[in-house]
């Protein structure tokens, strides 16, 4: 089992609950009774929930499992998922309600309707069809949150090409590793991006990226800067010299409910990232369900906001599919939340009252640390349900979120889920469940998840273990690009005789049995709700000609829930360590993987803990990284080693 940090620890000390009000339960979506349907016929259940979609074809099975672990749901059916969140709104008569607020970090804004979203849609459809881009190609997009970004995801759907959005952040060489393993026939970029206030290049890193890569044909620019950038002949087009004069009619076909919508990395515990494989109806379904019932989503009333980047799965399935696919009127944001002051996200809830909030405990933490007073000087008034996602949120972190930005009533759902999993597994149910700080509490009805043991055994009341998920969900991953084998192993093999899907969390429950997430068991860290692998800083940081050997942890960090330590060993004849090498070996790691996986800190060490088989004993590291008395080095080959590296970091060296 994984050592808990104090911080976890004090989590499970948590008693307070917080029942819904009476006037929310009476206009709640979700009723008590869903956990109890749900139960009785499961398949019946979701097959209920996918007729919230528009199906050309009606499917013959809900669930074929035969084949596990690679599940089909809804067998036979045929959508087209752009159609279902876009065009079927005008055909309802709503084109003229706002789908998206979008505010510029500069402080431009566009508001766009459904009827302009299906026009940019189709155009973008009809674009990439002329370019011979085909249902099943892929198409790799890096670009900041701007409209064009979501256009391109729907476009992609709409003629069944499957898009893999890489976060903007990512180096070049992410970005080209992303676009090899899925042989990408199109990327698609921004000139540059807004980023705290400055205008920060993009399309020349995805140039240096795409060197000689074989697979890309063409590059499309949006142009968002107005930066000058160097265009390749042949290979480049501007989005508005391609886009705009298309034509503005484009007919939806029906895809095959199986058929691949898109690809999304995510870190492993190895380092080469993961293509995580969703589909097309099943996922829908569950997106679209999970956003109407967590967060009591009212189409054409509330406004919605989810401040996620669309390089994450959550801002795929809760700021494109599942609002989009429920008629949402919605806020996206371009920029950080302290440009051009640290109430930006207030200003923008007061100004668009927003009703529906969600957002990540990093981000809720960083509020706390700028001060209470400045969501008071803002009228939030119009916030009704607020979410958490990303990393166990802790009770200090909830309290706060409910008393400074809930007004002390909004429920707040805590939601735990993964890239994998598609949407939400383990969330509150507002106006249903009363809620307690700190736990994500239960599988949202329909969803079956539990705590078991090293053997696979539910553990029961109070006890801890690991967190699986025991039966099949519409949104569940199906596969890892390219890699079958991969797939079995990495989340099928751990409990493989009870065929239970191994999230990778540690868990726990209370003595009400409410599920309490208390992190990842592997080598996996989470900085600001990122996951990012030990491994892939490590290997980063071995590319460098100065390091010998890498070992990296993640610890605990009051802000971004986890923080990443590094130990290096320097070679022979290298640099002796200073500051000047510690600085550009961050910056090294910033370059190979992306400056969201830069180590809070280097500590250059003589030596790094090993157990006899050569395992780095990490465990050990966190103890030095997080301040601790060092625990039992009993394991150790060399149990002088942790004494050598205490002492060298006292001495400073
Ligand atoms: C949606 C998303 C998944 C990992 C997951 C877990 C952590 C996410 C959480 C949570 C506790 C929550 N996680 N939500 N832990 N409580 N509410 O974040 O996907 O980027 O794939 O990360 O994040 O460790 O395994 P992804």
């Given at each position: 089992?994984?050592?808990?940090?104090?911080?976890l620890?004090?989590?499970?000390?948590?008693?307070?609950?917080?029942?819904?009000s009476?006037?929310?339960?009476?206009?709640?979506?979700?009723?008590?009774?869903?956990?109890?349907e749900?139960?009785?016929d499961?398949?019946?259940?979701?097959?209920?929930?996918?007729?919230?979609?528009?199906?050309d074809?009606?499917?013959s099975?809900?669930?074929?499992?035969?084949?596990?672990p690679?599940?089909?749901?809804?067998v036979?059916?045929?959508?087209n998922?752009?159609?279902?969140?876009?065009?079927?709104?005008?055909?309802d008569g709503?084109?003229e309600q706002?789908?998206?607020?979008w505010?510029?970090e500069?402080?431009?804004?566009?508001?766009?309707?459904?009827?302009?979203?299906?026009?940019e849609?189709?155009k973008?459809?009809?674009?990439?069809e002329s370019?011979?881009i085909?249902s099943?190609?892929?198409?790799?997009?890096?670009?900041?949150?701007v409209?064009?970004?979501?256009?391109?995801?729907?476009?992609?759907?709409?003629?069944g090409?499957?898009?893999?959005?890489?976060?903007?952040?990512?180096?070049?060489?992410?970005?080209r590793?992303r676009v090899?393993?899925?042989a990408a026939?199109?990327?698609?970029?921004?000139?540059?991006?807004y980023r705290?206030?400055?205008?920060a290049?993009?399309?020349?890193?995805?140039?240096?990226?795409l060197?000689?890569?074989?697979s890309?044909?063409?590059v499309?620019?949006?142009?968002?800067?107005?930066d000058?950038?160097?265009?390749?002949?042949?290979?480049d087009?501007?989005?508005h010299?391609?886009?705009?004069?298309?034509?503005a009619e484009?007919?939806?076909?029906?895809f095959?409910?199986?058929?691949?919508?898109?690809?999304?990395?995510?870190s492993?515990?190895t380092?080469?990232?993961?293509?995580?494989?969703h589909?097309?109806g099943?996922y829908?379904?569950q997106?679209?369900y999970?956003?109407?019932?967590?967060?009591?989503?009212?189409?054409?009333?509330?406004v919605?906001?989810?401040?996620?980047?669309?390089?994450?799965?959550?801002?795929?399935?809760?700021?494109?599919?599942?609002?989009?696919?429920?008629?949402?009127?919605?806020?996206?944001?371009?920029?950080?939340?302290?440009?051009p002051?640290?109430?930006?996200h207030?200003?923008?809830?007061?100004?668009?009252?927003?009703?529906i909030?969600?957002?990540?405990?990093t981000?809720?933490?960083?509020?706390?640390?700028?001060?209470?007073?400045?969501?008071?000087?803002?009228?939030?008034?119009?916030?009704?349900?607020l979410?958490?996602?990303?990393?166990?949120?802790?009770?200090?972190?909830?309290?706060?979120?409910?008393?400074?930005?809930?007004?002390n009533s909004?429920?707040i759902?805590?939601?735990?889920w993964?890239?994998?999993?598609?949407?939400i597994?383990?969330?509150?149910?507002?106006?249903?469940?009363?809620?307690?700080?700190?736990?994500?509490?239960?599988?949202l009805?329909?969803?079956s998840?539990k705590?078991?043991?090293?053997q696979?055994v539910?553990?029961?009341?109070?006890?801890?273990?690991?967190?699986v998920?025991?039966?099949?969900?519409p949104?569940?991953?199906?596969?890892?690009?390219?890699?079958?084998?991969?797939f079995?192993?990495?989340?099928?093999?751990?409990?493989?005789?009870?065929?239970?899907?191994?999230?990778?969390?540690?868990?726990?429950y209370?003595?009400d049995g409410?599920?309490?997430l208390?992190?990842?068991v592997?080598?996996?860290?989470?900085v600001?709700?990122?996951?990012?692998?030990?491994?892939?800083v490590?290997?980063?940081?071995?590319?460098h000609?100065?390091?010998?050997e890498?070992a990296v942890?993640?610890?605990?960090?009051?802000?971004?829930?986890?923080?990443?330590v590094?130990?290096?060993?320097?070679?022979?004849?290298?640099?002796?360590g200073?500051?000047?090498?510690?600085?550009?070996l961050?910056?090294?790691v910033a370059?190979?993987?992306g400056?969201?996986?830069?180590?809070?800190?280097?500590?250059?060490?003589?030596?790094?803990?090993k157990?006899?088989?050569g395992k780095?004993?990490?465990?050990?590291?966190?103890?030095v990284?997080?301040?601790?008395?060092v625990g039992?080095?009993?394991?150790l080959?060399?149990?002088?080693?942790m004494?050598?590296?205490?002492?060298?970091?006292?001495?400073?060296?």
């Amino acid at each position: 089992m994984t050592e808990q940090s104090p911080a976890l620890d004090n989590l499970l000390t948590e008693s307070r609950t917080f029942p819904p009000s009476e006037t929310f339960s009476a206009q709640a979506n979700a009723t008590a009774d869903f956990y109890a349907e749900a139960d009785a016929d499961r398949e019946a259940f979701w097959a209920k929930q996918a007729e919230r979609l528009h199906w050309d074809t009606k499917w013959s099975q809900v669930l074929d499992w035969t084949n596990a672990p690679f599940a089909k749901w809804f067998v036979g059916g045929k959508l087209n998922v752009a159609y279902n969140c876009v065009d079927r709104h005008v055909a309802d008569g709503h084109g003229e309600q706002v789908a998206i607020h979008w505010v510029g970090e500069p402080g431009d804004n566009r508001d766009i309707t459904y009827a302009q979203l299906k026009d940019e849609v189709s155009k973008a459809a009809n674009a990439f069809e002329s370019l011979g881009i085909t249902s099943g190609d892929r198409v790799a997009i890096q670009m900041p949150m701007v409209p064009e970004a979501i256009f391109a995801m729907l476009a992609c759907a709409r003629i069944g090409a499957v898009h893999s959005v890489v976060f903007g952040g990512f180096s070049p060489t992410a970005l080209r590793s992303r676009v090899d393993d899925q042989a990408a026939k199109i990327v698609i970029t921004t000139d540059g991006q807004y980023r705290r206030g400055k205008a920060a290049p993009m399309k020349v890193n995805v140039d240096e990226a795409l060197e000689g890569a074989e697979s890309v044909e063409k590059v499309i620019v949006v142009r968002r800067t107005g930066d000058e950038v160097p265009i390749t002949e042949g290979r480049d087009l501007w989005w508005h010299e391609l886009v705009d004069g298309q034509s503005a009619e484009h007919a939806p076909q029906a895809f095959d409910s199986e058929h691949p919508l898109f690809i999304l990395y995510t870190s492993g515990t190895t380092g080469k990232p993961k293509g995580i494989l969703h589909t097309s109806g099943g996922y829908l379904t569950q997106a679209a369900y999970t956003h109407h019932n967590v967060f009591d989503h009212k189409a054409g009333e509330d406004v919605y906001w989810c401040t996620a980047d669309i390089g994450w799965i959550t801002g795929h399935t809760y700021i494109v599919y599942g609002p989009l696919a429920n008629r949402t009127t919605q806020v996206v944001y371009e920029g950080t939340p302290n440009t051009p002051h640290e109430g930006r996200h207030w200003e923008i809830v007061q100004q668009h009252k927003v009703s529906i909030y969600y957002t990540a405990p990093t981000l809720i933490r960083t509020f706390m640390k700028w001060g209470n007073e400045i969501p008071q000087k803002y009228d939030l008034s119009s916030l009704r349900v607020l979410g958490s996602v990303g990393e166990p949120i802790n009770p200090e972190a909830w309290i706060w979120y409910r008393e400074n930005v809930g007004a002390n009533s909004a429920p707040i759902v805590d939601t735990w889920w993964q890239t994998e999993t598609g949407a939400i597994m383990i969330s509150p149910l507002p106006g249903v469940t009363a809620t307690k700080p700190g736990s994500a509490q239960k599988a949202l009805p329909g969803i079956s998840a539990k705590v078991v043991d090293d053997q696979g055994v539910e553990v029961g009341k109070g006890g801890g273990g690991y967190l699986v998920l025991d039966k099949p969900w519409p949104g569940m991953l199906r596969g890892i690009w390219g890699d079958e084998e991969r797939f079995r192993e990495t989340y099928w093999s751990r409990f493989a005789d009870q065929g239970y899907y191994f999230a990778g969390d540690g868990a726990k429950y209370d003595a009400d049995g409410d599920i309490w997430l208390l992190g990842r068991v592997d080598d996996v860290m989470n900085v600001s709700g990122h996951r990012i692998s030990t491994t892939e800083v490590e290997s980063a940081l071995v590319s460098h000609p100065t390091v010998a050997e890498a070992a990296v942890v993640g610890a605990t960090d009051p802000t971004t829930g986890q923080g990443i330590v590094a130990f290096v060993i320097l070679r022979g004849n290298a640099v002796d360590g200073g500051e000047e090498a510690v600085q550009e070996l961050r910056d090294h790691v910033a370059k190979e993987i992306g400056p969201i996986a830069k180590p809070r800190q280097i500590l250059v060490v003589q030596e790094l803990p090993k157990t006899r088989s050569g395992k780095i004993m990490r465990r050990l590291l966190r103890d030095v990284a997080e301040n601790r008395q060092v625990g039992d080095v009993t394991t150790l080959a060399d149990s002088s080693v942790m004494d050598l590296i205490s002492s060298g970091l006292k001495s400073g060296k």
